[in-house]
């Protein structure tokens, strides 16, 4: 049973157009969060939910909508995807905001723009 | 300078062979997280500590809080330790996050 998993692993497409990556988690935490690893593989926080409540919010460009339809859920919405966005992204969960909390990891998804 | 640096940045060993892995942090923490990342790209947690020193099979993890330091060691080191090591600590002044190191490549040669 995968614990935190996401949707796609890959995804290739064009400058421009809108995707979504989805995770869900099967673990009962109550924190979900976004991750981007860079090309040179440094990792950076995007978003962190609680319990569906938006409360980690990073400077990242109002294209990128994280959606949390309920708690084991938390998907990502990215419009007019640009060249930079190339990355792979991480959702990761924990029992609650994450304080002093393991966190778990899905596979990551890895986004190419062509 | 980043909150949160790793050293080295790439290591290479002989399978056998005693490995350290360094992290140092400038913000205050309430704990600090060390990740395994394989080639194929997932991210495993291996340890989560706020104070001393925790050990699980070959690995061993420490942290020196009035240093503002850790470190991670690997006896025995075997070919299928070849990893990306990473450091991240939650950061609890300001925006309370985790906040990652940039890694630390280990290659362990049979």
């Known amino acids: 049973d995968t614990a935190v998993s996401q949707t796609p692993k890959y995804l290739v497409t064009q400058m421009g157009n809108d995707k979504s990556i989805k995770c869900e988690q099967n673990l009962g935490h109550d924190t979900m969060y976004w991750y981007k690893q860079d090309s040179k593989k440094f990792l950076k926080i995007m978003f962190s939910?609680?319990?569906?409540?938006?409360?980690i919010n990073e400077t990242v460009p109002n294209r990128f909508s994280p959606k949390s339809p309920d708690k084991a859920h938390l998907n990502l919405h990215i419009n007019s995807l640009e060249l930079g966005d190339s990355a792979v992204y991480f959702c990761?969960?924990?029992?609650?905001?994450?304080?002093?909390?393991?966190?778990?990891f899905g596979d990551g998804t890895r986004l190419s723009i062509l | 300078k980043n909150e949160v640096e790793q050293s080295p940045q790439n290591l290479t060993a002989q399978e056998g062979e005693f490995i350290t892995i360094n992290c140092s942090y400038s913000v205050g923490i309430s704990a600090l997280h060390w990740l395994q990342q394989h080639p194929g790209g997932g991210i495993v947690s291996l340890f989560m500590l706020s104070s001393g020193k925790k050990k699980h099979g070959r690995l061993i993890a420490t942290i020196n809080i009035q240093e503002k330091h850790s470190s991670l060691h690997i006896t025995a080191s075997h070919p299928r330790d070849s990893a990306v090591y990473i450091c991240a600590v939650w950061r609890i002044q300001g925006a309370q996050k985790l906040v990652f190191g940039q890694g630390t490549r280990l290659t362990i040669n049979p």
């Open positions: 990761a969960s924990s029992q609650d905001r994450g304080r002093n909390q393991p966190q778990h």
């Open positions: 939910y609680n319990n569906k409540e938006l409360i």
